[in-house]
């Protein structure tokens, strides 16, 4: 069994910061990729940011130069700086994974239960 567990939503103001975070729990070989996705009312759920298990990274157009995605592997966790939020950045974001569980041949998709960002004043 693998976990996804997210944490650091909450409300801010237009302009100010939050960082998310998500560790990867469970019977985990290794992952792979990893990411955060968000979710927005009425809207399909899309990429923010990504990164590889050598540290490459892949941002959305619309949070390039804002958002900072990071990522410990010794701790199996990723984190998102989320700086100069707009209300459009309101939205569930979610983590992303692909992990290879011991005794297993492939890699796996995973998700979070995500947590809810709201910028607004």
């Known amino acids: 069994q693998v976990q996804l567990v997210e944490s650091g939503g909450g409300l801010v103001q237009p302009g100010g910061s939050l960082r998310l975070s998500c560790a990867a729990s469970?019977?985990?070989?290794?992952?792979?990729?990893m990411g955060w996705y968000r979710q927005a009312p009425g809207k399909e759920r899309e990429l923010v940011a990504a990164?590889?298990?050598?540290?490459?990274?892949n941002y959305a157009d619309s949070v390039k130069g804002r958002f900072t995605i990071a990522r410990d592997n010794a701790k199996k966790t990723i984190y998102l700086q989320m700086n100069s939020l707009k209300p459009e950045d309101t939205a569930v974001y979610y983590c992303?994974?692909?992990?290879?569980?011991?005794?297993?041949?492939?890699?796996?998709?995973?998700w979070g239960q995500g947590t809810l960002v709201t910028v607004s004043s």
């Open positions: 992303n994974a692909e992990v290879r569980i011991y005794y297993s041949i492939s890699y796996v998709e995973v």
């Open positions: 469970g019977n985990i070989r290794s992952i792979n990729d």
């Open positions: 990164i590889s298990s050598g540290g490459g990274t």
